[in-house]
């Protein structure tokens, strides 16, 4: 039996290592088809992630991608695609910024408040893509595809400033927050600050993983996205459960913007981060939806988000946009790879089991517990 | 001389029962039926002949040279055409766009591809106009098409799978017609279907395949319905007896007036009652497609039916969700496994959860307790024999019969009180199956209340305490186990006979009504 899960991690890890593998050569090949050195680039972002500074950056921007990566696994892991996350978390730290900016209670209550609120706001917004599903049968993609749209234009709308919006010089923002609302961060000295809402970030991947492998909600979960047929005649109801995800899912999403809203810019203002939501996407692909695997692959693009504005300026200058071009290439190996290697590994599998029976090892003759059974001959 | 010669066919998946040395001849200018039951293992027979799968072992031969198929169009070139159940065609097409579609180097797509379309047509009575829009045309039509699409292709063999399921019995005349006109021009069709009244009528040969390996050929003119049924269901098989009766008088599932009406206002059950008492297992015969599936997912819980009510024991559970049934004791072994009772790419102790994650020892509250679950997937593994290397392993891996073994295992371990059994043995091996009988009888003694639905006869008259037969919907007739046969059970099953089916007399009946109206009363859903 350990056998099989040696074989299991074995397998875990291959998908994306065969996809950044083939990711980092096509780049490669990009680089040599313009004239440039395929491997310098590499060693220039390497460095960078050497520097303290830029690690507190890497380390900020990857638990924001956290957050967001695992609201979209959430939805992955019954076969929903929540594109909707960038929406989502957008709207909710823009309601947090208002709240925060309107409200002052003391910070014990006024944390929780905020958080309360871009919680709800995003569990609304993916919600409403939830009900659409479940009443109506409209796909979710399309649906939060559109309300990304229209989350663009209600944020413009209560940026006016006859609404909530805060003028300050050209820059739309939602007004300064009470500080009572202000995270404090991990102080690192010259290096800067780690924010301090990248710990929640870390607690809430603990406990994804324990509610989706621990109890009966999880289990639930993701035998939906197993088998929605088997899911619903064990006894789901497949509606309820939809909704229950998109909401779950809104809900994380809405606190993927909190860590710089709370630690660092204490508005929503035009220069909020954007697009979030959709690296998101790729994380928790590249993250196998594993709330470990999310991490290193938070952290990776997070790298080379960080790292890369510096090939301009190294002394033969390189685009900064060869990250983008290896993110983007990531996505497709990915998507290749992993069900590549699934389909290997199930085949493998069935392979082995066969040669093992045919061997005679059946459990129950093989395990220690039990006495010789007369199982394989029969 | 003949036109495909199949031998020592052998294909296998994990999982499932596919095809073990399978021999079929077809001769040139024949039509040649391939009956059996769904799941016997046609339509992956059809797949490797028309190159969409390759067989682990055996010979394929062409007019006498054998072939290796890599893909369809491998099939295509040597004059393999199929056509599939479910059409495959753009309706927002024409004929001529249709059936030109992909194939562009034959004849082009202008006047040269209308004129030899329209010689197909003539040629063997298809009637196909080739500038009407695909979407006007209606079932029959379209079959035509399809039709016309691999003659087009210079088909010379035909495979039709399942051809008149979709197809009303003046239809089915029509195709057979065409089918006729076909072989005279010296083409060979290959017919697959499960209808004994159709083969009869239209197949110049017959070959019956069952539980995945041909079991026998037969001629038309030499064959009575009762023999092909015979050969299809196989009466042969070891069917055990339940010896003495368990039969309580205290009612554990009392079904009333149960009713269910589709969209279109065709009723799918129609006012079915029944009583189930202890230690009963209640056999339900019919042919697939007749309610079966409803009645189980109404009883399940998965549909909840427009008017009539379920009992359980004293509780009235009609408007209970699915899981507060199976946690009161329902007990459901699906009939599509794979579909509704596994989740193939979880290890075996998660799927030993799956059904039951709200009982022990699956979890406790809301948690799951996975240690628990693990070392009771041990025990089931061993008391049902379910041949495994370990619970790790991903219930894909196993064979058919040990899947369905470990379905038993987990449904049988939360001491159910009604037991919904929908092909207990489909697609198992006989080992797994006499074990699987077994322990249904068992749980008999020990005054469980069975449903047992089947299209295996001998394993619905030899577990049943009594029959009934499902028709349209309805339940219109019931049997003695003791005394009826597979074929008068058949019988009532196309809706030729109805009320208390007596051996003897009836039987005369029975065979007068296959012949005088073979195919036409055969409900039109039956394929599915």
Known sequence: MKKFDKERVLLAVAGPVIALVVAVALTSVVLVASGKNPVEPYQLMFEQATYSDIQVLIINQAGMYYLAALAVAIGFRMNLFNIGVDGQYQLAAMAAAIVGTHIALPAVLQIPLLVLTAVLTGAFWSGIAGVLKVTRGVSEVVATIML?????????????????????????????????GWVPGIDMGPAGEIYGFTIVAVLLGIGYWVVLNRTRFGFDLRASGASETAAAASGVDPKRMVLTAMLVSGGMAGLAGLPILLGASHTYSATFPTTLGFTGITIALLGRNNPVGIAFAALLIAWLDKASPELEFAPVPYDKEIAVIMQGLIVLAVVVSYEAVRTWGLRRQQRRVGAELAAGHVLGASADHNTEKEVAGR | MTAVELAGITKRFPGVVANHDIHLTVRKGTVHALVGENGAGKSTLMKILYGMQKPDEGTIAIDGEQVAFSSPADAIARGIGMVHQHFMLADNLTVLENVVLGSEKLYGIGSRARRKISEISERYGLGVRPDVLVENLGVADRQRVEILK????????????????????QEVDALFANLRELKSEGLSVIFISHKLGEVLSVADEITVIRRGTTVGTAVPSETTPRQLAELMVGSELPTPETSESTVTDRPVVTVKDLRLVADGGKALLDDISFTIHAGEVLGLAGVEGNGQTELIEALIGLQHADSGTITLAEDEITAWPTRKRREQGVGYIPEDRHRHGLLLEAPLWENRILGHVTERPNARGIWLDPKAAQADTRRIVEEYDVRTPGIDVTAASLSGGNQQKLIVGREMSHKPRFLIAAHPTRGVDVGAQAQIWDQIREARREGLAVLLISADLDELIGLSDILRVIYNGALVADADPATITPEELGSAMTGAASGHLEHEELAEQVELAEHAETPADAPEDEAR
């Not at chain 1, 749209?149 to 009470?178: D, Q």
């Open chain 1, 148 to 180: 990304n749209a229209i989350s663009t234009s209600v944020i413009a709308y209560l940026w006016l400033p006859s609404v909530f919006g805060v003028k300050i010089g050209n820059n739309n923002t939602t007004g300064e927050m009470a500080k009572s």
């Open chain 2, 150 to 169: 691999v003659l087009y292709r210079g088909a010379r063999t035909l495979i039709l799978d399942e051809p008149t399921a979709v197809l009303v019995p």
